[in-house]
């Protein structure tokens, strides 16, 4: 997963909204979107899952909390021993959404990473390349790529610019509207002029190419859209489109239950 925007309490009918791309390579085997059991989390979830290393990029469960992974963008990355695709079965593990002491004593073990886990009340975001490590998030829209949260990477300020708008205008009973509108702004291809493009090692070709909210590529690119709400009503409603090379678009799928009381 490599950007996401998330809203709390900016909405009185939708006091969380989750939108995210996840980019990788298309030959990584995947399974999509669906429930299934996690000894992880020690529950149910909801998520896609990496058949290759295991665990998942974006989870959410029946009570509608949601956690995301993004890793942090290095020119030679080191491998960590364990894979980054737990980190959001562990944060769903811990009823209080916080599971800081458990993370922050395997921080180490995992490549760069940013973790945020999500409610309709709070967030919470720990990264093992930030300073200020493990740190609570309330009211506001923020965004997260490849960097530590909130860094102003164009293709970040340009997707919550446009999900801050898209949610001023959201109407009430109006949710798979919303859903399909988020899901068309981050099909967003435009690329970030030379100028205004971080520098994080990987040269001015591949800054670029990953420059765009959508990433169009033969072997890479932006493989599943990802949106997650949760309405002031109880309802929770998530959809992802699926891509294949090129920006190709696969399949759809929607799921959308009333959270337990």
């Known amino acids: 997963m490599c950007l996401i925007v998330f809203s709390l309490r900016q909405h009185p009918d939708f006091p969380l909204v989750v939108a995210a791309n996840r980019d990788e390579f298309f030959q990584r085997p995947t399974a999509a979107m669906d429930w299934w059991t996690s000894e992880t989390a020690g529950r149910e979830v909801l998520a896609g899952r990496d058949l290759l290393s295991g665990g998942t990029w974006l989870a959410v469960d029946i009570k509608g909390r949601v956690s995301a992974v993004t890793n942090v963008r290095e020119a030679s990355p080191v491998p960590g021993p364990k894979s980054r695709g737990e980190l959001p079965l562990l944060a769903l593990a811990d009823e209080t959404g916080t599971p800081e002491s458990l993370i922050r004593e395997q921080k180490n073990q995992y490549s760069g990473f940013n973790l945020v886990s999500l409610n309709t009340q709070h967030g919470w975001y720990f990264s093992n390349h930030d300073a200020h490590a493990g740190r609570h998030v309330h009211r506001g829209t923020y965004g997260l790529s490849n960097h530590l949260l909130q860094t102003p990477w164009p293709k970040l300020l340009r997707l919550r610019n446009s999900v801050t708008g898209l ?87 929607a799921f959308c239950w009333q959270q337990p009381a």
């Open 167 to 253: 949610l001023a205008s959201a109407r009430p009973g109006t949710t798979a509207e919303l859903h399909q509108n988020l899901i068309e702004r981050l099909y967003d291809t435009t690329p970030a002029p030379d100028r205004e493009l971080p520098d994080t090692g990987v040269g001015l070709d591949r800054e670029r190419f990953l420059s765009s909210p959508f990433i169009i590529g033969k072997d890479y690119g932006t493989r599943a859209t990802t949106v997650v709400t949760a309405s002031a009503s109880g309802e929770i409603r998530v959809t992802e489109q699926e891509w294949g090379p090129e920006g190709k678009k696969q399949d759809t799928r």
